[in-house]
C-alpha cells in the first residue's frame, strides 16, 4: 500500500535548529515535496528531493534517502513564524503523476 | 502573475443538497488537482487531471463526487446529496505539468449541517 508516516507534533525554541523526520512506502517514486502550512491557511511549497542527498535553500534544507525511504525537513534559526504544520508528500508513478501526502507535523516554536 | 483561485471560499449547506466547487488554475498549467483535508487531517487526494488525458479518479470517495474540466482550463467538483461527513476544506492544484511542482489555491471550506 501507500503510506507516508511523520511525526504528529513537535515543540522547539526560538533560534533553535529542529528536523522533521518522513518515512514513506509507495508504489513509484518520482520524488519527494515538502510543504508549509500555516492554520487556515493553503500549503506553500518548500523544497524538492528527487535525487539522493541535501537540498539547501537559506534556513531550511531537506535530505533524501530513497533506498531508506526516508526524507528529513531541517530548519535552522527558527522564528516564530515557522510555526505551522509541515507535510511531508510523495509523488507516486503508478500511471499516473499522483501526490500522497502524510497528516503533517504541527511545529509549535516558543519564545 | 495570478495564482490559483477557487470559489466559493466558504460554502454552508444542509445535508442532502448538491454543491459544485470551482477552481481556477494558474494560466498554461496543464496539470490540476483536487484534495480533501479534513479538520487536523493530511490531504487527501481525490482526482488529478493532465491535459486531455483521461482523469486519474482513483481517490474519489464515492460517486456522489464527481469532477470535470473544461477546456484544459476551468474546473469544477460536484458533490451530490452531501453528507456531514463531507465537511472539510477543498484544495485545488495546479502545475506547469504532472512532473512540476504544484501551487495550492486557498480552498473552499465546506459545513453540510
Known amino acids: 500500500g501507500q503510506n507516508i508516516d511523520q511525526p504528529t507534533e513537535m515543540t522547539a525554541t526560538e533560534g533553535a535548529i529542529v528536523q522533521i523526520n518522513c518515512t514513506y512506502q509507495?508504489?513509484?517514486?518520482?520524488?519527494l515535496f515538502w510543504y508549509q502550512q500555516h492554520a487556515g491557511e493553503a500549503p506553500t511549497f518548500l523544497s524538492y528531493?528527487?535525487?539522493?542527498g541535501l537540498e539547501e535553500k537559506g534556513r531550511f534544507s531537506s535530505f533524501l534517502s530513497r533506498s531508506k525511504g526516508y526524507s528529513y525537513l531541517l530548519l535552522k534559526e527558527l522564528q516564530m513564524k515557522d510555526s505551522a504544520s509541515y507535510l511531508c508528500a510523495v509523488r507516486a508513478t503508478s500511471g499516473t503523476y499522483k501526490y500522497i501526502f502524510g497528516t503533517g507535523t504541527r511545529l509549535k516554536v516558543l519564545a | 502573475g495570478a495564482g490559483v483561485s477557487q470559489s466559493p471560499s466558504n460554502k454552508v449547506t444542509e445535508k442532502g443538497k448538491d454543491v459544485e466547487l470551482r477552481c481556477d488554475p494558474i494560466s498554461g498549467h496543464t496539470a490540476l488537482y483536487w484534495y480533501r483535508q479534513s479538520l487536523g487531517q493530511g490531504l487527501e487526494f481525490l482526482i488529478y487531471f493532465q491535459g486531455n488525458s483521461a482523469p486519474d479518479k482513483s481517490g474519489l470517495p464515492s460517486d456522489r463526487f464527481s469532477a470535470e474540466r473544461t477546456g484544459g482550463s476551468v474546473s469544477t467538483l460536484t458533490i451530490q446529496r452531501t453528507q456531514q461527513e463531507d465537511s472539510a476544506v477543498y484544495l485545488c492544484?495546479?502545475?506547469?505539468?504532472?512532473?512540476?511542482?504544484?501551487?495550492f489555491g486557498p480552498g473552499t471550506r465546506l459545513l453540510v449541517l
Open positions: 492544484a495546479s502545475s506547469k505539468s504532472g512532473r512540476e511542482t504544484q501551487y
Open positions: 528531493n528527487v535525487l539522493d
Open positions: 509507495t508504489s513509484g517514486f518520482n520524488g
